[in-house]
Nanobody
């Protein structure tokens, strides 16, 4: 099992940057695919980015491609989401999640953090 705790959310102006962090517990962190998802008020949870076990492959939602970067540090049991050129439509609660498959479907992720709020003001 793995437990996940996100941090780094906050309020930022349009065009600004934030870096989200996700700390994972457990000795098997490197065996999990890690993903970031987000959920805006009144909307379904959506995929943002995912990274494979070694960090050699990443995938992004079209809406964030070129602006967001996912990374992981297996030695520190950490995964990050660097968010640049933020837009008001990026406002959401961002969740870190772990899966055993390299997929973008939220239902395949069995472990979730509590979420961190990101608000982008116009």
């Amino acid at each position: 099992q793995v437990q996940l705790v996100e941090s780094g959310g906050g309020l930022v102006q349009t065009g600004g940057s934030l870096r989200l962090s996700c700390a994972a517990s457990g000795r098997t962190f490197s065996s999990y695919v890690m993903g970031w998802f987000r959920q805006a008020p009144g909307k379904e949870r959506e995929f943002v980015a995912t990274i494979n076990w070694r960090g050699s492959h990443t995938s992004y939602a079209d809406s964030v491609k070129g602006r967001f970067t996912i990374a992981r540090d297996n030695a520190k049991n950490m995964v990050y989401l660097q968010m640049n050129s933020l837009k008001p439509e990026d406002t959401a609660v961002y969740y870190c999640a772990a899966a055993t498959e390299y997929v973008e479907v939220s239902t395949k992720y069995g472990y979730w953090g509590q979420g961190t709020q990101v608000t982008v003001s116009s």
